[in-house]
């Protein structure tokens, strides 16, 4: 089974990539599941319903949140009723929606994934070892393919995260920072592993936002609104091959298509 992990989609740029391209990536690359992070999908902060809606609608079948999970009240009700969003596993009991999901592929066989924050150089959450231990305890037996979406700042809390896991989840996928890392790997236990999987968005911006408005605020302290940018917009994410009888990786490999790429396919398409 091969897993394609979208990162971090921003604005509408990287709403966009993803509703245009998905359909042909999925085919190109013989894609079975497609999780993708959206906490930053609603103009760079928070996912609103009918955003939502559309990119389950174009071939995403797992959503998976992150620090920014609540800045749009709307989402709460989907969060709460849907089985294929999730945000966080450490966040309170009393927050709205779930930690963790198990979706069906199209070939039958289910998908268990966890969404868990890490909480160096971030707001202070519980303990996200604890948590995705309590989320592996409650996964239903049989769900042999687990994917973690560690949400988090730091590599040495994604590595230790990883290494934690190493042989219990087929995969642990690091988002937010929204830079692709280059150390893609399999570990020992065979657990697929990157720190962060990039991110889906403008990338003629810093972390998606227009650099004279990060600038400004970064050197004068005066706020101004970190407004989405829109050049060079790509779709950063990996695929994690797996072996469903088992559940372990035996493959990951970064995956970036440029808008350009895209255009091209769609034009091939109408031709
Ligand atoms: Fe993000
Ligand atoms: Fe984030």
């Known amino acids: 089974m091969?897993?394609?992990?979208?990162?971090?989609?921003?604005?509408?740029?990287?709403?966009?990539?993803?509703?245009d391209?998905?359909?042909?990536?999925?085919?190109?690359?013989?894609?079975?599941?497609?999780?993708?992070?959206?906490e930053n999908s609603a103009d760079g902060s928070g996912l609103m319903p009918d955003h939502y809606k559309k990119l389950i609608d174009a071939g995403v079948d797992c959503i998976t949140m992150g620090d920014h999970v609540y800045r749009r009240r709307d989402i709460y009700d989907t969060l709460e009723s849907s089985s294929d969003i999730i945000k966080p596993a450490n966040y309170?009991?009393?927050?709205?929606?779930?930690?963790?999901?198990?979706?069906?592929a199209p070939n039958g066989q289910p998908v268990g994934v966890i969404n868990i924050q890490g909480r160096v150089f971030m707001k202070p959450v519980d303990c996200p070892f604890q948590a995705v231990d309590r989320e592996l305890k409650s996964m239903p037996a049989g769900v042999k393919v687990i994917i973690v979406d560690f949400h988090a700042e730091a590599t040495s809390d994604m590595q230790t995260m990883g290494r934690y896991l190493d042989g219990r989840v087929s995969a642990v996928l690091g988002t937010h920072t929204h830079v692709a890392t280059a150390d893609e790997q399999v570990f020992p236990g065979g657990t697929a592993f990157q720190c962060d999987v990039g991110m889906t968005g403008p990338h003629e911006s810093i972390l998606g936002r227009r650099i004279d408005r990060v600038t400004e605020t970064t050197t004068t302290f005066r706020p101004v609104a970190f407004a989405v940018a829109s050049g060079d917009v790509r779709l950063h994410g990996s695929l994690v091959d797996i072996n469903t009888t088992d559940g372990t990786a035996t493959a990951i490999e970064r995956l970036a298509v440029r808008r350009a790429e895209v255009d091209q396919w769609l034009a091939e398409d109408h031709s």
């Open 2 to 19: 091969r897993i394609l992990m979208i990162g971090d989609i921003v604005g509408k740029p990287g709403r966009k990539i993803v509703l």
């Open 92 to 104: 309170p009991t009393e927050s709205p929606g779930r930690g963790a999901t198990v979706i069906t």
């Open 21 to 38: 391209g998905l359909a042909a990536i999925r085919q190109h690359h013989a894609v079975d599941v497609v999780i993708a992070n959206a």
